[in-house]
């Protein structure tokens, strides 16, 4: 994202108050580029209900597997279940990979489409791979394709934040995180950068 478009995006944002005040508290947030679909589905997948740093440590011993080559569908379709077990990995994490591989190699997740998908299309492929929910989708929709009107209600900090923002006695559900998040279209995906940020800071 260009500094002229985030400046734009945090002009429309400002016009919430509520928003303004955590703007003006956070930094600006920053894109990195994204990485390649493939890998950030692998990554996301290895990564399921692991700590940051046991997840770490078990991608890195999943990509060992394949030496210098590039982690491609096909190399993880052809890794037996013994090897991908000996990296850490479960049986149904594996099974969750070679599934991922596998709708790769047969176009039900296909990149070169992806500029012209909608998001919620993306979630519909995405969601069709085993180990794939809303809530991954939506986290690849935000860091891997930098998709700026993300809202993913099925995430506990994002409710949290919401929670604390607009005073709620209990935890929005989907229907009035949307309801509420509205006036942040089309950039709901920055606004919510800033809702973790003022949890992170906390």
């Known amino acids: ?52 740093k046991a ?7 999943f990509t060992t597997i394949y030496g210098s080559k590039k982690l491609e569908p096909k190399l993880v ?14 049986a149904q994490k594996s099974r969750y990979l070679w599934d991922l591989a596998k709708k790769f190699i ?13 998001d919620e299309a993306i979630r519909a492929h995405l969601v069709a791979v085993k180990g794939i929910g809303r809530w991954t989708a939506d986290m690849f929709l935000m860091f891997t394709l930098h998709r700026l009107d993300v809202l993913p209600t099925g995430d506990l900090g994002i409710q949290k934040s919401m929670q604390k ?18 006036s942040w279209r089309p950039y709901r995906t920055i606004a919510c950068r800033y809702l973790w940020d003022s949890l992170d800071n906390e």
């Open 1 to 52: 994202m260009s500094p002229r478009e985030l400046s734009k995006a945090l002009t429309h944002l400002k016009q919430d108050k509520r928003l303004a005040v955590l703007i003006k508290r956070h930094p600006k947030p920053t894109f990195e580029r994204g990485r390649d679909p493939f890998v950030a589905l692998c990554r996301a997948i290895v990564g399921q209900q692991l700590s940051v």
């Open 55 to 61: 997840a770490a440590t078990i991608y890195k011993r």
């Open 77 to 90: 379709l052809r890794t037996t279940l013994p090897r991908l077990r000996a990296a850490g990995l479960s």
């Open 106 to 118: 047969d176009g039900t997740v296909d990149p070169k489409h992806f500029a012209s998908t909608t």
């Open 165 to 182: 923002m607009f005073r709620l006695k209990k935890l929005p559900d989907s229907s009035h995180m949307k309801q509420l998040a509205s």
